[in-house]
């Protein structure tokens, strides 16, 4: 059973930047396309970015685009989200989740497309 798990939110203040890392275990990251989702308070879960098994693919949400940057290391079973120029609007609980259900060069944004999930962290981004 593939477990992941979520890490470095926190505070930061706007235009700074955060790498948020998601580790997995039980079973190899190869298998599971990747999307990093975000739940601002009183808000629905959007998807943010998507990457393919391999990292030959990637799809990212309008707001994100040329700010942040997704990534995996299949031999250290992580996936990264690199983002920049973080601003209020960023602010949420940041989780990613892995599925199979997807094309092997496949990426979605949808989250009834995820099988698994982790358990989110936090990002607040304020002055």
Aim: hydrophobic share 35%.
């Amino acid at each position: 059973q593939l477990q992941l798990v979520e890490s470095g939110g926190t505070l930061v203040h706007p235009g700074g930047s955060l790498n948020l890392s998601c580790a997995a275990s039980g079973s190899p990251l190869r298998h599971y396309a990747i999307g990093w989702f975000r739940q601002a308070p009183g808000k629905e879960r959007e998807g943010v970015s998507s990457i393919d098994r391999v990292g030959a693919n990637f799809a990212y949400t309008d707001s994100v685009k040329g700010r942040f940057t997704i990534s995996r290391d299949n031999l250290k079973n992580t996936v990264n989200l690199q983002m920049n120029s973080l601003s209020p609007d960023d602010t949420a609980v940041y989780y990613c989740a892995a599925t199979t259900r997807l094309a092997f060069w496949g990426t979605s944004l949808v989250q009834n497309e995820y099988e698994y999930w982790g358990q989110g962290t936090q990002v607040t981004v304020s002055s």
